[in-house]
Nanobody, 125 residues
Framework: HVQLVESGGGLVQPGGSLRLSCAASGYTYSSYCMGWFRQAPGKEREGVAAIDSDGSTSYADSVKGRFTISQDNAKNTLYLQMNSLKPEDTAMYYC????????????????????WGQGTQVTVS
């Protein structure tokens, strides 16, 4: 039973930083793609960043240079370091995982991920 649990969201001023964490359990696949998505009210869920089992990363243009996705395999935890936050970054942030590691880019459709966390709210104001 795969479980993803996000944490680290909160309220931050523009220009501030937050680090989101996604603790994974029950995930035993050696090949995978993991991603961070966000969804603002009234908008579609969009990919923010993705990382595959080889450590290759991908970012949406809107966050490139500001956000960094990383993973700690020993802790089974995925991270999203968010710097220089803007009000338009305000959204619910979700982590997702799938054992199909192909096309592991930020543009990969959320429908292709099998496992999701419950989300953590990020508000920049």
């Amino acid at each position: 039973h795969v479980q993803l649990v996000e944490s680290g969201g909160g309220l931050v001023q523009p220009g501030g930083s937050l680090r989101l964490s996604c603790a994974a359990s029950g995930y035993t696949y050696s090949s995978y793609c993991m991603g961070w998505f966000r969804q603002a009210p009234g908008k579609e869920r969009e990919g923010v960043a993705a990382i595959d089992s080889d450590g290759s990363t991908s970012y949406a243009d809107s966050v490139k240079g500001r956000f960094t996705i990383s993973q700690d395999n020993a802790k089974n935890t995925l991270y999203l370091q968010m710097n220089s936050l803007k009000p338009e970054d305000t959204a619910m942030y979700y982590c997702a995982a799938d054992h199909f590691g192909g096309y592991c880019y930020s543009t990969r459709s959320p429908r292709t991920y099998n496992y999701w966390g419950q989300g953590t709210q990020v508000t920049v104001s």
